[in-house]
């Protein structure tokens, strides 16, 4: 576990879960605090009140002052009654309140992210796993533990008092057996930490598989393949790992409290015994007998009670690391201090000598790639599966920081200059577009949230994106939600509680955000049609046509056909450029595009002659 365990960073931790959980909810604490220590004096006060009656009904007093004393000790009795429930009550308005302002912290945090790192980063989502799970833990734990500890400490030091006026000996040695019981549950608490974090990436494939199994996307090639057994042999036997590592823990954890329970009996058996032989030579009454039992019961249940919460409280800290881990960490790549005004892109946007990796450890992806895109220009970026093109759009909307070299926007490094502004400059559709669990109005309208109540301007976009007869014919046009996740038991049957698109509609749909940026400077299309039928890819290639007319733009597809009428278009290849020009130059060239170029339109031209091949499909969107 890479958390550091040392006792200062505890206590920083602590502090930092009790000033959560201070900002949350102050007026809760102040009530939770005093009733929790109302109720730590109540024991007390009902074992002295209990030695008193027996002790007046010893001595033969007077009915009416044992009268009085037994009202008080029912009155405490109400008390002991009713406490638990106010306490229950102001703990659960405390939690709801830690819980609401940790999940916003968080999210805050996450959502101040500029790129994409962290969420393509299998350790930082674990991390994010326990910062979830332990965001309001910790704070309630912290503050439970502490004004459950104080509360315990009211009773102790009330009991060990009583304790001690009928025989010091025995508060001592009821006192020097909690450090046996704290230290276990501390050691136990370190241990149960590890292990969790240990099983985290076993639970995440146990998660995954789980996902598969019951997720819409994959349910078509699991019954297809008939790979559902194999996926749940996988889950089943991750979680076996899972769970045996508990067990373990589990094991040694009941050990250890067994041999606790143990000392505990052997504890409260000799007090008792040394009370009775007290009370036969007379030093001892019947009275001091009963608050001496209670005394040692007492302080034992309190003890174990602070022992566990300290153990509980040591775990919840030791996983809260990582909450303060994501909540402190600030932005992943540098942000200016003072950014540079972004004005609409006039000369070009640059990418100079870029070189990239994902980490370390990761093989070089871009090595060394010039280009310009130049004001104005359509450029066309082709090249195989894996050859960098999507990661080259991730570094033009500055996702990542290139690991060497530069992009400059009319010459200003993209990283001097305020993300939001250099996003707000472009619109994008990507290859794994999203569809949103909300409203069509509201799919096309987070395109740009300024237009998200101007219908007009959404029908707009709809037509251009040639969505929009689709959607009229909807159940509830731009109001319908499309998603059935939201429905609720009454209208479960109306279809207008929900609709699902079909892949390529959901896709003219993500187009459909592009055409809402009205003044895009910069518009990168990484295959906008994949999904599309020929009709539709030949109205969608038009229509972005006409929309990145005059506009700087970026295209990328393997259908060639899409981009040959690029400006200019570039041939990526392991990370390198290899060739650029215009259509008919790279097919001259006789080289990478011409070859791709041949093998696509040999697929439409079997039976024609081989000479100036165009494919229909390819010619998609082409001037041709
Ligand atoms: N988050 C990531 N972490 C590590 N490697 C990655 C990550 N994303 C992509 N890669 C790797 O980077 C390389 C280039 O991927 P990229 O998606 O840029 O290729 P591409 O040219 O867009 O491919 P395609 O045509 O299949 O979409 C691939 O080898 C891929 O495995």
């Known amino acids: 576990m890479r958390s550091a365990q040392g006792l200062i960073p505890l206590l920083g931790r602590a502090r930092a879960a009790l000033?959560?959980?201070?900002?949350?909810?102050?007026?809760?604490?102040?009530?939770?605090?005093?009733?929790?220590?109302?109720?730590?004096?109540?024991?007390?006060?009902?074992?002295?009140?209990?030695?008193?009656?027996?002790?007046q009904l010893a001595g033969g007093a007077a009915v009416g002052d044992i009268i009085a004393l037994t009202g008080c000790l029912a009155l405490i009795g109400v008390g002991q009654g009713a406490l638990p429930h106010a306490l229950t009550y102001a703990r659960a308005s405390l939690e709801r309140g830690i819980g609401r302002l940790a999940q916003i912290e968080l999210f805050s945090a996450v959502n101040?992210?500029?790129?994409?790192?962290?969420?393509?980063?299998?350790?930082?989502?674990?991390?994010?796993?326990?910062?979830?799970?332990?965001?309001?833990?910790?704070?309630?734990?912290?503050?439970?533990?502490?004004?459950?500890?104080?509360?315990?400490?009211?009773?102790?030091?009330?009991?060990?008092?009583?304790?001690?006026?009928?025989?010091?000996?025995?508060?001592?040695?009821v006192l020097l057996f909690s450090v046996p019981i704290v230290a276990a549950e501390i050691s136990l608490s370190r241990r149960r930490s590890e292990m969790l974090w240990n099983i985290g990436p076993t639970e995440r494939r146990e998660f995954f598989y789980a996902q598969l199994l019951s997720s819409v996307e994959a349910a078509k090639e699991v019954r297809l393949f008939g790979i559902g057994d194999f996926l749940l042999g996988r889950m089943r036997s991750e979680r076996e790992v899972s769970d045996r590592a508990k067990r373990r823990m589990d094991?040694?954890?009941?050990?250890?409290?067994?041999?606790?329970?143990?000392?505990?009996?052997?504890?409260?058996?000799?007090?008792?015994?040394?009370?009775?032989?007290?009370?036969?030579?007379?030093?001892?009454?019947?009275?001091d007998i009963t608050i001496f039992v209670a005394a040692v019961a007492g302080v034992q249940a309190a003890l174990n009670q602070l022992a566990s919460e300290v153990g509980f409280t040591h775990q919840a800290l030791t996983l809260y690391q990582h909450y303060l881990t994501v909540v402190t960490s600030g932005p992943e790549l540098p942000v200016a201090e003072k950014p540079r005004e972004l004005p609409p892109l006039r000369r070009s946007i640059q990418l100079k000598d870029v070189w990239f990796?994902?980490?370390?450890?990761h093989p070089w992806i871009l090595q060394g790639v010039n280009l310009e895109i130049k004001q104005g220009e359509?450029?066309?970026?082709?090249?195989?599966?894996?050859?960098?093109?999507?990661?080259?759009?991730?570094?033009l909307c500055r996702f990542y920081d290139p690991t060497r070299g530069a992009i400059l926007w009319d010459g200003v490094d993209i990283r001097q200059v305020d993300p939001d502004r250099l996003r707000g400059r472009m619109t994008a559709v990507f290859q794994d577009y999203m569809q949103y669990d909300m409203t069509v109005k509201e799919n096309i309208g987070l395109g740009d949230l300024t237009a998200l109540e101007d219908i007009d301007r959404i029908k707009r976009a709809a037509h251009r994106a040639g969505i929009a007869e689709v959607i009229e014919g909807l159940p509830k046009t731009y109001e319908t939600l499309l998603t059935?996740?939201?429905?609720?038991?009454?209208?479960?049957?109306?279809?207008?509680?929900?609709?699902?698109?079909?892949?390529?509609?959901?896709?003219r749909l993500a187009v459909s955000r592009v055409f809402l940026r009205d003044q895009p400077d910069f518009v990168i299309l990484d295959e906008?049609?994949?999904?599309?039928?020929?009709?539709?890819?030949?109205?969608?290639?038009?229509?972005?046509?006409?929309?990145?007319?005059?506009r700087t733009s970026l295209l990328i597809s393997h259908r060639l056909g899409a981009v040959r009428d690029a400006d200019r278009i570039v041939v990526l290849s392991e990370g390198h450029i290899v060739e650029e020009g215009m259509h008919?130059?790279?097919?001259?060239?006789?080289?990478?595009?011409?070859?791709?170029?041949?093998?696509q339109a040999s697929g439409y031209t079997e039976d024609q002659s081989d000479d100036g091949a165009t494919p229909a499909g390819a010619g998609i969107g082409a001037n041709s």
């Open 251 to 287: 094991i040694r954890q009941t050990r250890t409290q067994f041999g606790l329970a143990v000392i505990a009996g052997v504890v409260s058996g000799g007090g008792l015994i040394w009370a009775v032989n007290q009370s036969r030579a007379g030093a001892l009454s019947i009275g």
């Open 584 to 599: 008919g130059d790279l097919v001259s060239l006789d080289g990478e595009y011409a070859r791709l170029f041949a093998l």
């Open 112 to 173: 101040g992210f500029v790129g994409l790192g962290p969420f393509e980063n299998p350790e930082f989502l674990d991390k994010l796993r326990f910062a979830r799970q332990s965001g309001s833990v910790a704070p309630n734990q912290v503050i439970g533990s502490l004004i459950g500890g104080l509360r315990s400490l009211v009773t102790v030091v009330g009991f060990l008092g009583s304790l001690a006026l009928l025989g010091p000996m025995m508060a001592v040695f």
């Open 357 to 361: 990796r994902y980490s370390d450890d």
């Open 378 to 395: 359509s450029l066309g970026l082709v090249g195989l599966n894996g050859a960098g093109k999507s990661t080259l759009v991730k570094l």
């Open 484 to 507: 059935r996740m939201f429905f609720a038991e009454s209208d479960k049957t109306n279809p207008e509680t929900g609709i699902v698109l079909s892949g390529g509609q959901q896709q």
């Open 528 to 550: 906008p049609s994949s999904g599309l039928d020929a009709e539709a890819e030949h109205d969608i290639h038009t229509a972005l046509g006409n929309h990145r007319k005059d």
């Open 19 to 55: 000033s959560l959980a201070w900002r949350a909810s102050p007026g809760m604490i102040v009530l939770y605090t005093a009733l929790s220590l109302v109720g730590g004096a109540l024991p007390v006060a009902a074992g002295w009140f209990m030695k008193m009656i027996l002790d």
